[in-house]
């Protein structure tokens, strides 16, 4: 049980377009799902916290109008990362906590590699 | 032996010997700390928790020890194999349930 899914598991885009990245829980419902982005060789760095039917809470530094999270209902968290530039290009992974339980234990996706050329 | 690449520490151990892996945490106030592992491509999968109330705790091959007096915790893992090579990540959680990752070593199992 407590199945994440992300999709897809890799993206190559254009510089300038946008891209959407899909999270889901497959046999729960998740109140929340985080948002974290992983530059290789590094550590994951959280990006947002999402709440489903809410406006997502995002970290210092990472810029809301680039990086586009909702969440929609209680299975699916999107990132749309819009207008994108090589420097984005990045492993992006989403995590989920189930409903009604503690929110500290996080369901990890396989993760999204998004190069951007 | 344990070193400091441009970005990610390394630690090579023979197949068969016990590893430790350590990492330090920030918050005094974390009260709820996590052991991931990461293989490449792929997303962090949960080995072992703790809670700051406790400073050892044992699972299948793999103990996590906290000290928070000096914000250290530690991952032993038995008898190391070959499919445990991958990225060991610590991650301490705040309030709101938002995880810090710690930096990260690297285990290379030498068959």
């Known amino acids: 049980g407590a199945v994440v899914s992300q999709h897809p598991s890799w993206v190559i885009c254009k510089s300038g377009t946008s891209v959407k990245i899909e999270c889901r829980s497959l046999d729960f419902q998740a109140t929340t799902m985080f948002w974290y982005r992983q530059f290789p060789k590094q550590s994951l760095m959280l990006m947002a916290t999402?709440?489903?039917?809410?406006?997502?809470?995002?970290e210092q530094g990472v810029e809301k109008d680039k990086f586009l999270i909702n969440h929609a209902s209680l299975t699916l968290s999107t990132l749309t990362v819009t207008s994108a530039h090589p420097e984005d290009s990045s492993f992006y992974i989403c995590?989920?906590?189930?409903?009604?339980?503690?929110?500290?234990?996080?369901?990890f996706g396989p993760g999204t590699r998004l190069t951007v050329t | 032996g344990e070193s400091v690449g441009l970005h990610l520490p390394t630690l090579s151990v023979q197949e068969g010997d016990n590893s430790i892996i350590n990492c330090a945490y920030s918050?005094?106030?974390?009260?709820?700390f996590i052991w991931y592992k990461q293989e490449s491509g792929k997303g962090p999968q949960f080995i072992i928790d703790i809670r700051s109330n406790m400073d050892k705790r044992q699972g299948q091959r793999v103990t996590v020890l906290l000290n928070k007096t000096v914000k250290h915790l530690s991952l032993q893992i038995a008898a190391t194999q070959p499919g445990d090579s991958a990225v060991y990540f610590c991650?301490?959680?705040?309030?709101?349930?938002?995880?810090?990752f710690g930096q990260g070593t690297e285990l290379s199992v030498k068959p």
């Open positions: 999402s709440n489903e039917g809410s406006k997502a809470t995002y």
């Open positions: 995590s989920a906590s189930i409903a009604g339980l503690s929110s500290y234990e996080q369901y």
């Open positions: 918050n005094s106030a974390s009260d709820y």
């Open positions: 991650a301490e959680t705040l309030q709101g349930g938002k995880l810090i």
